[in-house]
């Protein structure tokens, strides 16, 4: 059997008259960048998120680039965010020319809420908690937390479309939730993609002028801006795909309640928590073991691809080299890092394949 990581293909074909369809009236209008499509998606995301405002931005990094700038964050500012995440956590922060401060995970690999306050200073602006993986963090301990010491708090929710924290869904509760529709995540494009939601009238306003070469209306540039717009094809997908996210994010759950169960007679395998009140939506299936290396080269002798989400923490990463962080700073990133494993996972996964993929975990340990 070869078991891919993640199955574009599968679900294309299982909506294919549908996408096809959303390209083709696309290119027949040629609304290409921005226009109807676009508003369109737009107004549909806001709706599925139960929130006023959904910005439309060309990719999930932009989204948290824009959401810091228009936040006020710049030179000078520090802002707090974790130490297991992908790099445009970070980056972004640096672009605005703020310092990122790293903040170790917790057993559900999102920022250790009780490390945040040892970290905090006069300069502190805002904390950026990624929900990673599908899983939200401690969202409403941070929001104490923010609101104790006057923080903005922006939500990267690139991998949690649709997960909720006391019902509460992903980037509905701090000031704004950023989203990423990469084609391989939940909720993905035929190319990159992102969004903003909010709440905040005037915040929207800017980010969307701020998207737009600092202009809301054509030719009326109140501000420099950036070139972050999203594509008619891009928006016309993701609308055809929208209707299906929530059968797609249950569709992951039952797939990991598989895994679990397949996994549970196996010592050596620590499968996911998950948080109580917490609707976790498996971005990612992330297991641990200390001999995570053979086992992933005995699986892929076994045609199964697997994932490391992430190999280094970020502060650790020769581009973070000026923080001179070493990895005691960070030991429960630092000792996750060597021991997770990520297994493919996506709504089309068979039982079959899932047997076969535990079978070979099963095999390996014994
Ligand atoms: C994918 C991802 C992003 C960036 O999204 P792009 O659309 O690839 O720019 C940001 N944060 C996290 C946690 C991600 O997984």
């Given at each position: 059997m070869n078991i891919p990581f993640v199955d574009l293909k599968s679900q294309y074909q299982s909506i294919k008259a549908d996408i096809d369809q959303a390209i083709a009236s696309v290119v027949r209008d040629t609304?290409?960048?921005?226009g109807k499509p676009v508003n369109t998606f737009a107004k549909q995301y806001a709706e599925a998120m139960g929130v006023q405002h959904c910005i439309p931005v060309a990719n999930g990094t932009d989204a948290i680039y824009i959401s810091l700038k228009m936040a006020g964050?710049?030179?000078?500012d520090e802002v707090i965010t974790v130490a297991n995440s992908w790099i445009s956590t970070s980056e972004t922060i640096s672009q605005t020319g703020a310092t990122p401060v790293f903040v170790d995970i917790d057993d559900y690999y999102t920022i250790d809420v009780d490390a945040i306050e040892a970290k905090l200073t006069s300069n502190t602006k805002a904390i950026i908690p990624v929900h990673l993986y599908g899983q939200m963090a401690d969202m409403p301990s941070l929001m104490e937390l923010a609101t104790r010491h006057n923080l903005m708090i922006i939500e990267d929710c690139a991998q949690a479309h649709l997960a909720t924290f006391d019902d509460k869904l992903a980037g509905t509760t701090g000031l704004a939730g950023t989203f990423s529709f990469y084609?391989?995540?939940?909720?993905?494009?035929?190319g990159d993609a992102g969004c903003i939601i909010t709440n905040d009238d005037s915040f929207a306003e800017a980010c969307l002028r701020y998207a737009n070469h600092?202009?809301?209306?054509?030719?009326?540039?109140t501000i420099e801006g950036i070139n972050s717009r999203l594509d008619g094809i891009q928006a016309a997908v993701l609308s055809a795909k929208l209707p299906h996210l929530e059968a797609w994010s249950q569709g992951r759950i039952d797939n990991a309640a598989r895994y679990n169960e397949l996994l549970a007679p196996i010592e050596q395998i620590t499968t996911p928590k998950v948080r109580s009140n917490c609707r976790h939506v498996y971005h990612l299936y992330v297991v641990r073991t200390p001999q995570r290396d053979e086992l992933r080269t005995f699986l892929s002798e076994r045609g199964i691809a697997t994932g490391i989400h992430y190999p280094t923490p970020l502060p650790l990463l020769p581009a973070y080299e000026r923080l001179g962080h070493v990895e005691g700073d960070f030991p429960m990133a630092s000792a996750r890092a060597n021991e997770i494993l990520s297994l493919p996972m996506f709504p089309e996964l068979t039982e079959d394949a899932q047997q076969y993929i535990t079978d070979a975990i099963a095999e390996f340990f014994s």
């Open positions: 609304a290409f960048v921005g964050i710049g030179p000078g084609p391989g995540k939940n909720l993905g494009a035929y600092g202009a809301l209306v054509k030719h009326q540039h």
